[in-house]
């Protein structure tokens, strides 16, 4: 029984961090974008699931929409895969 709590804990803990990682991996991928500081953007809205996200953002005081595929933060209306080759 205790083992089933730490395990539940430690998911936890993981899913946290993972999180944490996340949201500081779309502010780097915004301030690099916009050449903002990472100081002057915001989170607004953050809806996500496992391998999807819909956020949007306070960048320098422009409101901008990011989208997640996968672990690739985006610009919501530029196409990550625009451009690739086949």
């Known amino acids: 029984m205790i083992a089933r709590w730490l395990?539940?804990?430690?998911?936890i803990a993981v899913i946290g961090c993972a999180s944490f990682e996340s949201r500081?991996?779309?502010i780097s991928t915004a301030s690099?974008?916009?050449d903002c500081p990472k100081e002057r953007?915001?989170?607004l809205f953050d809806e996500?699931?496992?391998?999807?996200?819909?956020?949007?953002?306070?960048?320098?005081g422009e409101q901008v929409k990011y989208k997640r595929t996968?672990?690739?933060y985006h610009k919501a209306a530029v196409d990550p895969v625009e451009g690739a080759t086949k």
């Open 70 to 72: 996968g672990n690739v």
């Open 24 to 26: 500081d991996k779309l």
């Open 32 to 34: 690099f974008d916009y």
């Open 41 to 43: 953007i915001e989170v």
């Open 48 to 60: 996500h699931g496992l391998d999807w996200g819909r956020y949007r953002l306070d960048v320098c």
């Open 7 to 11: 395990l539940a804990l430690l998911g």
